[in-house]
């Protein structure tokens, strides 16, 4: 019987590919321009990422739900009403200290739909 080792550093950097090609492949053209809008407006270091209904049929959803550790700008804040307009839906944006705060129901939910727009390690290694 095999067991995964999730602390060897090998397997984060697998995950952590694997994540960033999710990312790259993504064809739905609201999740990307959702994506590349917030890596213009996010610090380099951020960590946010997308989860929920989304991420499986943005289509379907009502809005986009997004994952931010840290507080946006109100500058920031000001472009994520942009990408709203642009992409017809709105954004829940959910802000946190650090992921140790993010409640477990909430951990549950992002690890079963969930794409991160930036901090892949940090948010792998919170996810294992």
């Known amino acids: ?3 995964l080792n999730y602390n060897c550093s090998v397997i984060v950097d697998v995950l952590v590919l694997v994540e960033s090609e999710r990312k790259l492949r993504e064809k739905s053209l609201v999740l990307r321009e959702v994506i590349y809008g917030l890596r213009e407006i996010l610090d380099v270091g951020s960590i946010a990422l997308i989860f929920g209904s989304a991420v499986e049929n943005v289509k379907k959803a009502e809005d ?4 931010v550790v840290g507080k946006l700008s109100s500058e920031a804040k000001k472009k994520v009403k942009k990408i709203e307009g642009k992409i017809n839906k709105s954004v829940h944006v959910v802000e946190v200290e650090s992921l140790g705060d993010v409640s477990g129901a909430l951990r549950e939910e992002v690890r079963k739909k969930h794409l991160i727009v930036q901090g ?3 948010i792998v290694r919170w996810l294992i």
Not at 64 to 67: A, E, N, Q, S, W
């Open 64 to 67: 986009v739900d997004l994952l």
């Open 1 to 3: 019987m095999y067991r």
């Open 120 to 122: 892949s390690e940090n």
